[in-house]
């Protein structure tokens, strides 16, 4: 029994010197994020819609070198530099419950040719993108040419708000330059 005791009183004292060293200050509240919409083609990317307008290159389904898994990627270069246009677009977004939202993305490229365009519009259905209107948004893209996953950083799409938006990402490529570009983690958070 007094071997019990010991050890009650032993707990007791421990427990109250441990508590006794945590003030209320020493608790870190976590951030809560509100995602409206993630995609890391993970699962699948069926949702997005994949439309070349010109040339044979089209976005496919990387399960190698993703950010970490499976990315989007397309290169207009086949046995020689090709003309491409391709577009990746996202399903539909709902933003009506919203009034202040950022998307995010990463990216990753190698070799030489233009720049991925980032888009968004509020009109786009279905079929051939150009027609419908696009507005452009500015974003950090990697500029490494050695595939260095690179954050967009956060970009404000609150004047799209209120309403359903799809993003997409333009691959334009020509006959004397196809860079290869890679997409991951799309994200749109509600602020």
Do not use: H
């Amino acid at each position: 029994m007094k071997k019990f005791i010991k050890s009650l009183m032993l707990i007791a004292f421990t427990s109250t010197i441990l508590v006794s060293c945590v003030k209320d200050d020493d608790y870190d509240i976590p951030t809560v994020y509100e995602y409206l919409f993630t995609d890391g083609f993970e699962i699948s990317w069926a949702d997005w819609t994949k439309y070349s307008v010109t040339g044979a290159q089209e976005w496919q389904l990387d399960t190698q070198y993703g950010n970490p898994g499976n990315c989007a990627k397309i290169s207009g270069y086949a046995s020689g530099n090709n003309v491409n246009e391709d577009w990746l677009i996202s399903p539909a977004i709902d933003l009506s419950t919203t009034n202040s939202a950022t998307l995010s993305f990463q990216t990753a490229s190698k070799f030489t040719g233009n720049v991925l365009e980032i888009k968004i519009s509020t009109d786009y259905t279905t079929g051939d993108p150009n027609n419908a209107t696009w507005t452009d948004l500015s974003a950090t893209l990697d500029a490494s040419n050695n595939y260095t996953w690179t954050n967009s950083g956060a970009i404000d799409i609150s004047s799209f708000t209120g309403r359903d938006v799809y993003v997409a990402f333009k691959y334009t490529s020509t006959s004397s330059a196809s860079m290869t570009w890679e997409v991951d983690n799309v994200k749109i958070l509600k602020n």
